[in-house]
């Protein structure tokens, strides 16, 4: 099998990518996988370290305005098609899949005029313009909210598969993660982050939540501010005469062990990214979830709503969010244990833990076909 896989600029797009790539390979061993991005892309630094082929063609994102920028983008889209044609004609792929950005646009567009198999992943509620596009053109698209069914003008090829997670996050002891993170199973465990980038919404509320609980001994915060915002948050807690935090409490830029930190939560408060809320629910975490309101589409907000929806996370938007109404609902939520865990138990109904499966079953489906 000879697969092409293209998506890129966010993580968002790349580590469903990386998902659908290994299960490919761990199931045909002797697969040949070429991921296509861009240079300056994320993806030419994640995905050679995932020891896949990578090569680069030319595209531009288009701006949603008309300027000396969108000429720029029509002069690369043009070399990107050039490109595209080019990887196709050399690897002669048996198939195309395209996980969102605008750099799958070229390829996965050509492969479809060729009558290459072509599948699209769409990981949000709310579609991405280049996934609406090509929609049009492929043989399927996977989605992974029930609600952007309706958002695609091809509904019909629209088939649930739910977004690939990372496996490890199925196969952690309990035990032994409150072990290693050093929390006391007998008290309340509150995960905080905005993210992979961060959050500075999340982290000005957060900041005043940490100063209002210093004391608090009855439960554990782990914050994490992202790389960007972290000295920006210890500035904060110091001009609040918070000069050195109890055992109870930590604040990190990044945390490397969060597959074990989600496992063991009792509540997230957190944005909501498309693979944010797959691995919430995948363990079935209840949350808090702030939607970033810059994102595309305002997609955010939408994969939000799907898990308010169900029962499963409550919604504070930016623009309603303060200090205030964020430990207003922090404490209303942790006093009502029975709601708490009705939360949890509808976070974990709908949580889809075989995405990576599900894709491949079409992939096969459509090379078939």
């Known amino acids: 099998m000879k697969v092409v896989i293209t998506g890129g600029g966010t993580g968002g797009h790349i580590y469903p990518a990386l998902s659908i790539a290994r299960k490919i390979k761990d199931t045909y061993k002797d697969a040949d996988i070429l991921y296509v991005g861009t240079e300056k892309g994320l993806e030419s630094k994640l995905v050679p370290k995932e020891g896949f082929n990578f090569k680069s063609i030319r595209v531009k994102g288009f701006s949603r305005k008309l300027s000396k920028d969108t000429i720029k983008s029509i002069k690369e889209l043009l070399l990107g098609l050039n490109d595209a044609r080019k990887v196709l004609k050399e690897f002669s792929p048996d198939v195309v899949i395209g996980t969102g950005g605008y750099v799958c646009g070229p390829l996965v567009l050509l492969a479809s005029l060729k009558r290459i198999p072509t599948l ?77 980038g961060g959050q500075e919404s999340l982290n000005d509320s957060i900041l005043r939540f940490i100063h209002k609980n210093i004391n608090n001994k009855d439960i554990q915060i782990l914050h994490v501010t992202g790389e960007r915002y972290y000295e920006q948050f210890l500035n904060g807690l110091e001009n609040m ?7 109870n409490i930590r604040v990190v830029p990044y945390f490397y062990d969060m597959p074990k930190a989600l496992n063991i939560a009792d509540i997230a408060i957190t944005s909501a990214g498309a693979i944010t809320i797959a691995e919430l629910t995948a363990v079935g975490v209840p949350s808090i979830l702030i939607p970033k309101a810059y994102t595309a ?60 499966k599900r894709i491949l079953d079409l992939i096969n489906e459509i090379i078939d076909n």
């Open 297 to 356: 589409e305002n997609h955010q907000e939408y994969n939000a709503r799907a898990l308010e929806k169900e029962g499963a996370g409550v919604v504070i938007l930016e623009k309603d969010l303060t200090h205030d109404v964020l430990c207003m609902k922090i404490e209303e939520l942790l006093s009502d244990k029975n709601k708490l865990g009705q939360m949890a138990q509808n976070s974990k109904r709908i949580g889809i833990l075989d995405a990576d």
């Open 120 to 196: 699209i992943h769409e990981q949000n509620a709310f579609p991405g313009v280049t996934n609406k596009i090509l929609s049009k053109f492929v043989d399927i698209v996977a989605g992974s909210f029930e609600e952007s069914k309706s958002r695609f003008n091809n509904s019909e090829k629209v088939k649930i598969t739910g977004n690939p997670i990372r496996q490890d996050i199925l196969n952690i002891d309990k035990e032994s993660a409150y072990s290693d993170l050093n929390i006391d199973k007998e008290k309340t465990f509150i995960l905080c982050f905005g993210g992979s």
């Open 241 to 247: 005469g918070v000069a050195k935090l109890n055992e």
